[in-house]
């Protein structure tokens, strides 16, 4: 399917926030993603999965990229892509990384690490664009405070009732009172839904970090099949 870019906003200085309009593609559910292919006249192509960082069902898509510099489609996404340029999309695709409102009605906690809170935030507008008031938190980890995506909305959230905590591994904010270091354990513990709560967990991130979360909640108490990870790293 033909999704024609209408409008673009620059999340970070290596991430870029893309809305396509692609009449026809089925609605999407919050957390899933889909296939972006894009074709050289020569005939080449090349192919890569993006998470939806848009609500539900929404229209137009949204997907949020992070330039990986050996990449074959996302520094053309990051840097060169137009307003009026088409690419092709198949999806929406998956299954398990998905929150359904009507139907995942207890406590939701959303653990991201860099570009994996995009399809983290898919859930938490859905929340929003349905009224949702399922309690929600989220704990994030960047490497420092340009790296945040979709900072201003986070905040916005905050007043709809969202925990929200950012936690920095390499440089905190200037006066910040946090010390930098890597989400552990201690985070995990004081800074998220109890197990008691029986929350449905999310966890999108590169794979060292979604390894090291998920051993670290399930150490906690978390059923394992409470927690739902998806992880992404270098391809090729």
């Known amino acids: 399917m033909i999704a024609t870019l209408v409008s673009d906003h620059v999340e970070t200085r290596?991430?870029?926030?893309?809305?396509?309009?692609?009449?026809?593609?089925?609605g999407a559910l919050a957390g899933q993603h889909?296939?972006?292919?894009?074709?050289?006249?020569?005939?080449?192509?090349?192919?890569?999965?993006?998470?939806l960082s848009s609500a539900a069902a929404a229209d137009p898509i949204q997907v949020t990229v992070e330039r990986f510099e050996d990449g074959e489609v996302s520094p053309y996404l990051v840097d060169d892509i137009e307003?009026?340029?088409a690419v092709e999309v198949r999806g929406p695709i998956g299954g398990w990384l998905v929150w359904r409102p009507e139907q995942d009605t207890g406590p939701v906690q959303l653990i991201g690490g860099g570009s994996g809170v995009a399809p983290l935030m898919s859930m938490l507008r859905t929340r929003e664009a349905t009224g949702s008031t399922i309690p929600f938190r989220l704990l994030y980890g960047v490497t420092d405070p340009?790296?945040?995506y979709f900072a201003e909305e986070l905040a916005h959230l905050r007043d709809l009732g969202v925990t929200v905590d950012i936690r920095?591994?390499?440089?905190?904010?200037?006066?910040?009172?946090l010390v930098a270091g890597r989400i552990g354990p201690?985070?995990?513990a004081a800074l998220t839904v109890p197990p008691e709560q029986r929350p449905t967990v999310f966890v999108c991130g590169p794979t060292?970090?979604?390894?090291?979360v998920a051993d670290a909640l399930t150490a906690l108490g978390h059923p394992e099949d409470r927690v739902r990870t998806e992880r992404f790293g270098p391809t090729g």
Do not use: K, N, W
Request: aromatic share 10%.
């Open 186 to 188: 201690q985070d995990l």
């Open 168 to 177: 920095y591994s390499r440089r905190v904010p200037d006066g910040s009172e």
């Open 14 to 26: 290596s991430a870029r926030t893309l809305r396509f309009s692609a009449p026809g593609l089925r």
């Open 83 to 85: 307003i009026g340029d």
């Open 146 to 148: 340009d790296r945040v």
């Open 34 to 51: 889909v296939d972006i292919r894009l074709s050289a006249p020569d005939g080449y192509t090349a192919q890569r999965s993006y998470s």
């Open 208 to 212: 060292g970090f979604v390894e090291a």
